[in-house]
């Protein structure tokens, strides 16, 4: 089976702020979505990256021509969606055409410029022979509160949680039925990541440990933070 790359950039990132999105904000002086495409393009377990922007993107063009590198292993679809997932789903019937039922997805956020060759070998590694798939993700450091608004409720153990990262990797078809009957089932807005849908039908991911690097970039503070760890790594 091939792995083929599926990164969702079809947000407009709200919550950062900024003036342009963020996916092509400069990070320690590159477009955020280069670090994502070009640690994608460089790794040769890769066959193919599909990059999902919305139809309106007018970003994504002047982006991929500075970068002649990526012309050939990377791909654009112009078809994002009112939420991640559903961008996810477009994406997917998007390659439908150049992909097995059996291949491989590896879905990652355009937001975790932090993913490096050594993760995502790690990630694939663990799950050549998985029947199910699975995801990065870090075991939880924090004590956590489960509040009603500024009261604590409750103290819940984080023995046994992780945050989940991404990529997160399914066969193909698996990953594509997961999302039509969490579709189907109006369950879409409980989602907000991939593998749960897939746990939707009783599947058990396998969890791959990711790293704190490979955090996803979503408030303004979080940009210092990133350009700290994707300085020197160049
Ligand atoms: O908004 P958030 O940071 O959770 O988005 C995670 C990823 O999903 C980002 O790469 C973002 O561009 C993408 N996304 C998308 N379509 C949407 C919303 C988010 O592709 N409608």
New binding site residues.
């Given amino acids: 089976a091939r792995h083929f790359a599926l990164?969702?950039?079809?947000?407009?990132?709200?919550?950062l702020g900024g003036a342009i999105?963020?996916?092509y904000m400069p990070l320690a002086g590159k477009p955020m979505l280069q670090y994502a495409l070009d640690t994608f393009a460089g790794n040769a377990a890769i066959a193919h990256t599909f990059i999902?922007?919305?139809a309106a993107d007018g970003y994504i063009g002047d982006f991929l021509a500075t970068q002649p590198q990526l012309a050939d292993k990377v791909t654009v679809v112009r078809h994002?969606?009112?939420?991640?997932q559903?961008?996810?789903r477009n994406g997917l019937l998007a390659i439908r055409a150049h992909i097995a039922d059996n291949d491989w997805v590896l879905v990652h956020?355009?937001?975790?410029p932090g993913l490096n060759d050594a993760l995502l070998d790690r990630l694939i590694a663990a799950l050549h022979d998985d029947d199910v798939g699975g995801l990065l993700a870090l075991p939880i450091v924090d004590t956590l509160k489960r509040s009603n608004a500024s009261r604590v409720l409750e103290t819940v153990p984080r023995n046994g949680l992780w945050a989940a990262q991404t990529p997160q990797m399914f066969r193909y078809a698996l990953l594509q039925r997961a999302l039509d009957a969490a579709q189907l089932q109006g369950r879409v807005g409980d989602i907000?990541d991939d593998a749960s849908a897939v746990e939707m039908l009783g599947l058990q991911p396998k969890l791959v440990e990711g790293s704190p690097r490979n955090f996803?970039?979503?408030l303004a503070h979080d940009v210092a933070l990133a350009e700290l760890f994707l300085q020197g790594q160049e």
Avoid: L, W
């Fill in positions: 990164i969702p950039a079809a947000g407009v990132g709200a919550r999105p963020k996916q999902v922007v919305s994002g969606g009112e939420t991640r559903e961008s996810v956020d355009a937001a975790r907000t996803k970039v979503t």
